[in-house]
């Protein structure tokens, strides 16, 4: 039987007793109903992964004694999904939690002309890239950067290729025939309006390579899937 695993930063090269937070204690205790000598795996979300085991527990505290120490190495592809907020919040924290259970290295919210929600709560994003990582049982956690315009991100961060995925009849190419990228990608989906033909002439002319994701017209959150799906896995 697998064992359970749970966040803990930061976990140290060294072996020893530390203490849960008061959250994941309780989850623990109250919830799997572990007790002293059960075993976990503990993860930072920086590649550090902890085999520890219990020594004491309470309702809202729980001490455990770190057994060994491994460091996983990063091997997924460095993608970035940069992906416009939607109104409707759950959906796009929904999309969120399957990227980083695909293990999409960094999601931005992007914001465009038409998008309609700016401001995301930073510390429920981060809960939710916690969970996908301990559920889907990874060492390295999903980055959320803060909220970036298109301007800022195409002039910030270089990346080895990028991708504007938009609905307009334009010249596109199938992402799903592109041969796998050597380095870094970002991958650009727009709001649920779209992105405006002079976001995309400027993202074009900033190294841009505009890709259809089928025939079919996605969601915001859906076409981010698809295209993780095709990038990332």
Not at 69 to 93: C, F, G, H, L, W
Not at 142 to 161: I, M, N
């Amino acid at each position: 039987m697998d064992l359970p695993f749970f966040y803990h930063h930061p976990l140290t090269e060294t072996e020893g007793i530390v203490d849960l937070s008061e959250e994941t204690a309780r989850h623990v205790v109250s919830v799997l109903r572990m007790h002293a000598g059960d075993a976990m795996i503990l993860v930072d979300g920086q590649g550090t992964m902890a085999r520890a085991e219990i020594v004491q527990s309470a309702k809202k505290r729980c001490s455990v004694r770190i057994l060994s120490i491994d460091r996983q190495a990063d091997t997924r592809r460095p993608v970035t999904v940069a992906v416009s907020p939607v109104k409707n919040t759950a959906r796009y924290e929904w999309m969120l939690e399957k990227l980083a259970e695909m293990g999409v290295t960094c999601v931005v919210p992007l914001l465009t002309e038409r998008t309609v929600r700016e401001r995301m709560r930073a510390d429920r994003l981060q809960s939710i890239t916690i969970s996908a990582m301990i559920q889907s049982q990874q060492a390295w956690m999903t980055r959320v950067a803060s909220p970036c315009s298109l301007s800022d991100l195409l002039t910030g961060e270089k990346f080895s290729r990028k991708y504007l995925a938009h609905c307009l009849p334009d010249a596109r190419i199938e992402l799903r025939g592109e041969p796998p990228a050597s380095g870094s990608v970002l991958m650009l989906i727009g709001p649920e309006g779209d992105f405006t033909p002079g976001e995309i002439g400027s993202a074009v002319a900033a190294g841009c390579i505009p890709v259809s994701l089928g025939t079919h017209r996605l969601r915001t959150e859906t076409a981010a899937l698809v295209a993780s799906v095709i990038l990332a896995i």
